[in-house]
Every structure is written in C-alpha cells, then in structure tokens.
C-alpha cells in the first residue's frame, strides 16, 4: 500500500518516541492500530454493499429480460435469476406471516 522501507519505519519510530515519550507513546500506537483498524472495516463493509447491490441490480436486469421474453423461452442463468428472486421475495414475506399468526390482537 504505502512504499515504505524498514529504515523509514524506524527513523518515525525513533521521531515518535522523541516527540510522544515512552508514556505515550503505547497509546497512540494502539489509537493509531485502532483507527486503520475501523477505516477498513468500513471500507470492507462499504465494499460488500457495492457488490449486493451490483447483484441485485443484475438479477432485476435478468428479470426485466425474462418479462420481454416470456418466463418460458429464457436462458437458464435467467431462468435461475429470477428463482433467486421469487426466494428472496419469500423470505422477506415469512417474517410477516409470522408476526400476523402470533398477534391474537388481530
């Protein structure tokens, strides 16, 4: 990621505990450790939401092709696709079922 040698590493080493002190100095690195620590998690989950919605943007354009097509004369990625999504679809409704059979308020 950055170009950095072990000579570099140990001369801002050396800077930090002139700078910081040995008291703390431990706290910063684990402050520092923690915080890169967070930027990429944040960028992993940024990075997995892309891809989701990537996803779900593909199985709609497969679904909007299998409408056009007739759900019969599609190809089997499309045909997969759009199961995917009847699951997807289902799985959302379940939760409500449930919650509508377990309420005797209603």
Same mark, same amino acid.
């Given at each position: *990621?950055?170009?950095? /040698? =072990? ?6 080493? $050396?800077? %930090? ?6 008291? @703390?100095?431990?706290?910063?690195? @684990? ?5 890169? @620590?967070? *930027?990429? /998690?944040?960028?992993?989950? =940024?990075?997995?939401?892309? +891809?989701?919605?990537? @996803? ?5 354009e497969n679904l909007k092709k299998a409408e056009k097509m007739g759900i019969d004369n599609? /190809?089997? +990625?499309? #045909? ?7 699951? %997807? %679809?289902?799985? $959302?409704?379940?939760?409500? #079922?449930? #919650? #509508?059979?377990?309420?005797? %308020? +209603?």
């Amino acid at each position: *990621m950055f170009d950095i /040698s =072990f000579w570099e590493l140990c001369i801002i080493g $050396v800077v %930090a505990l002139v700078i910081l002190g040995p008291e @703390r100095l431990p706290g910063a690195i @684990r402050s520092t450790v923690k915080t890169i @620590r967070s *930027m990429k /998690s944040m960028a992993s989950g =940024f990075k997995t939401e892309v +891809e989701e919605q990537l @996803r779900v943007h593909e199985l709609h354009e497969n679904l909007k092709k299998a409408e056009k097509m007739g759900i019969d004369n599609v /190809s089997p +990625e499309v #045909k997969q696709s759009v199961e995917e999504l009847k699951q %997807a %679809a289902l799985s $959302v409704q379940e939760p409500y #079922k449930k #919650k #509508k059979t377990d309420d005797p %308020a +209603e």
